[in-house]
């Protein structure tokens, strides 16, 4: 069984960054293979890692359109080419393979590459103990049921008070669709000051938290991302990673 950590939270809160630095120490802690699901079609998980992804799930449909309007690909369905293909698109690296999203195909419809990134991950998701899902802005692919079922729910905000708040929408949308998950992590990402927001302890409460996490504003992170260079080679001395290792140990199986 794999352990499947989901991340998301609104625009713009490092969500992506937490997921990267996440992979990081599953890698470092030796918690491999891990499953890197790109999920949002505006995100770049692969620059995060420093990897480029070249062929996503939306592209590859397009591909495959293609080529069987061609009549190309004879003696395989076309659902099986497909599948074929997305699995040959899977970026491997020391410690993960990735898997991205993309752009939706046509006129903007993700509902035929959501059912094929869901019953890719089904098929590829048991091969990996850990797999971490960076969702786009709110909980979209959770509700389309890309993934049934989480065990770790990871909620990103910034510590502004809209912030706060989308923190109690978000969770709120997870009940109100019902999305199923063991732990819940709320981190405050790019806080001033070693004192967390003063509503924290009533959205703890309110949402029933396991976890939660402060992490200072990062000016070692913000520079590696200005120059567009991959976490995976930030020192673990990274004051942000040794909080991400907080958790990080504690979901080991």
Known sequence: ????????????????????????????????????????????????????????????????REETQKGLGAGISKQELLQLRIEESLVESKGYDLIAMGRPEGAGCYCYANNVLKDVIRQIAGQYPYVVLDNEAGLENLSRRIIQKVDMLVLVSDP????????????????????????????????????????????????????????????????????????????????TLMKIDEFINDIKV
């Open 1 to 64: 069984m794999s352990y499947i950590i989901a991340v998301t939270g609104k625009g713009g809160v490092g969500k992506t960054t937490i997921s990267g630095l996440m992979i990081k120490q599953l890698i470092f802690n030796k918690m491999t293979p891990v499953l890197a699901i790109d999920a949002d079609p505006n995100s770049c998980l692969d620059a995060a890692l420093g990897v480029e992804v070249e062929h996503t799930v939306g592209s590859v449909r397009e591909e495959v």
């Open 160 to 239: 502004s008070n809209a912030g706060m708040e989308t923190l109690n929408r978000l969770h709120s949308l997870a009940n109100d669709m019902n999305v199923q998950y063991d732990k819940l992590v709320l981190i405050i990402n790019r806080l001033r000051s070693d004192k967390l927001p003063s509503r924290i302890d009533e959205i703890k409460t309110r949402t029933n938290a396991d976890i939660v996490i402060g992490i200072l504003d990062d000016p070692e992170i913000a520079e590696y991302a200005e120059k567009n260079e991959s976490f995976m080679e930030l020192p673990q001395s990274n004051k």
